[in-house]
Every structure is written in structure tokens, then in C-alpha cells.
């Protein structure tokens, strides 16, 4: 499966963005999604993940409250809402696919990434 990530930007504290990961090729229902971030000099860590069917999702505690991740899988997509954003929510944001139906905050569980995209957060 390929992704796309988009959606990243320029936002200032306590602003939202949404970010969207596109997926094509094989059947994206097949595949458990999440989202991972990665800031300069740090380890990409995870941020949200959510099941096949989108019943189930979980959070960093970070984001927990701020952030919401969901799925369309008629349109091969998922989505990271994100609100009240602050400075330490700046990094590159990924998201990746998992060929499990269950969501998992591991990154060595996720087969597949995108390219990622640039959240900076300014206060």
C-alpha cells in the first residue's frame, strides 16, 4: 500500500490543522492506520492509531483530548484532527499502515509510511 500525507502548515498556538494520508493499492480495510511525528533530533514517536473498521482508536497522552484520528475506508483515507496545538506539537508527521486489524502504538509494528508532512506549531 502507498500513502500520501498532506495537510501540514504554519499555525499558531492554540490553532488546528487537519492532516490527510491517502491511501491506494491494496485494500485499505485490510490495514490498521496510525499517525507518528518526529521532531528534530528526537525518535519519531506515536501520536494516534485506529482500527480497521475505525471503532477503535488510541492516543499518545500527550494529544489525548486535542487530537482526534479517524478513518473512511470508501475513500482510502485517514485523518488527525488537531486542536489547541502547541509549540511542542512541532514536528514531521507521519502516518503508516499496519497489515493487522488492530491498532497498535508501535512503530516497528507499521509496514508502511508515508513521506511525511511539516507541522510547526509558532507561539
Known amino acids: 500500500v502507498q500513502l500520501q500525507a498532506s495537510g501540514g502548515g504554519l499555525v499558531q498556538a492554540g490553532g488546528s490543522l487537519r492532516l490527510s494520508c491517502a491511501a491506494s493499492g491494496r485494500a485499505f480495510s485490510n490495514y490498521a492506520m496510525g499517525w507518528f511525528r518526529q521532531a528534530p533530533g528526537k525518535e519519531r514517536e506515536f501520536v494516534a492509531t485506529?482500527?480497521?473498521?475505525?471503532?477503535?482508536?488510541d492516543y499518545a497522552d500527550s494529544v489525548k483530548g486535542r487530537f482526534t484520528i479517524s478513518r473512511d475506508n470508501a475513500k482510502n483515507m485517514v485523518t488527525l484532527q488537531m486542536n489547541s496545538l502547541k509549540p511542542e506539537d512541532t514536528a514531521v508527521y507521519y502516518c503508516?499502515?499496519?497489515?493487522?486489524?488492530?491498532?497498535?502504538?508501535?512503530?516497528?509494528?507499521?509496514?508502511?509510511w508515508g513521506q511525511g508532512t511539516q507541522v510547526t506549531v509558532s507561539s
Open positions: 503508516a499502515a499496519r497489515p493487522r486489524l488492530l491498532p497498535s502504538s508501535r512503530v516497528n509494528e507499521y509496514e508502511y
Open positions: 485506529i482500527s480497521w473498521s475505525g471503532g477503535s482508536a
